[in-house]
């Protein structure tokens, strides 16, 4: 049996690598899956950092390559909603 890496203890992501013409749909899928099994004290940027590297000799165009850089990345801002407009009252 292969050894599993700290940052994919049930193996999700090297198994993710093994699937024929899997989809982005299915790789996002598989990540939050991933995501929920990490450890309490494992943060889920760093062990996608490090899956990252472990999986480096994958195409580059895998859609697991892609979804561990987008989830490797801060989540993006929400636009600012309301301001000074919504909390004034006319009238």
Sequence with gaps: MKRRHPADPKGLVAEAFNIDRIELAECRTILLDWALSLPDDM?????AAELLLV??????DHPMIRTLREATSDPPRPARRGGSRARRRDG
């Design 55 to 60: 999986h480096s000799q994958a195409p580059a």
């Design 43 to 47: 943060p889920a940027q760093k062990a």
